[in-house]
């Protein structure tokens, strides 16, 4: 990829997640579209099972119901594919760095890396449309006219910042080319300690006391992730 052409060729991504903990929050939906020298090549779209319950307040604002990723793939099963598909290209997203990071923490716990240059739109808005009251990307889409129908979710929101990165680079790449240059995303997971033992045989003592059809690899869960299921099936069967 030649210096002269690097932004018109991308990989713009959006995730929808049950929570903004890119370590111990899931992700249920990745959306992607590869550009290459400005338009769309292929895309990427996976909704993936957290296995765990997405919590209400995330239905309400993406409408991703339990029902609808029970029998999707899990991350484990599909991010592999989401690296080949994003492999050595530049990524876009709108306030990149979240998206970034919760790819970056699931590719940290497999032993995968993930090491990209951004751009980013919410940024450029940022620096270039300062008298806008806001720059969330429907406001900016609503700016534009771009159509948004399907806000939060991952492939609608994708398309939405490819063409928002479009009519910020037509307005501003000449008056300012060095917002358009694309960033180091430089983060590092906090160590993510294993299940312990203790834990694990609890939860092992809590699955076959309750009989519960428990199919996520108990050795993969981390110190943390194995605490919050403990605690939810001691929530859940306090009173049965």
Known sequence: MTNNNYIDN?????????????V????????????ENGEIHSVYNQMINPKIAI??????ITGITN??????????????????????DYILGHNIS??????????????????????DT?????????????????????YYGIELSHAHRAMHDALATHKLFQCLKKDFFE?????????DMVWTPPKMEKITDRQRKYLLSLIRTHKIDFSKDIDSLTKSEASRVIDKILTEYRYK
Do not use: H, Q, W
Not at 55 to 60: A, F, Q, R
Not at 77 to 82: A, G, M, Q, Y
Not at 175 to 183: D, G, I, M, V
């Open 10 to 22: 991308y990989v713009v991504f959006d995730l929808e997640t049950t929570g903004c903990n890119p």
């Open 24 to 35: 111990n929050d899931y992700i249920i939906e990745i959306g992607a579209i590869k550009i």
């Open 55 to 60: 919590p209400p307040l995330i239905t309400n």
């Open 67 to 88: 029902d609808m990723v029970k029998d999707k793939p899990t991350i484990d099963e599909v991010l592999e594919d989401f690296l080949v598909f994003c492999k050595e």
């Open 98 to 119: 979240f998206d970034y990071r919760f790819i970056k923490a699931k590719c940290y716990k497999r032993g995968y890396s993930f090491n990209k240059k951004a751009f």
């Open 122 to 142: 919410l940024e450029i808005a940022r620096k270039s449309l300062k008298d806008l009251p806001s720059r969330s990307l429907g406001a900016l889409c609503e």
């Open 175 to 183: 008056l300012n080319p060095s917002l358009f240059k694309a960033k």
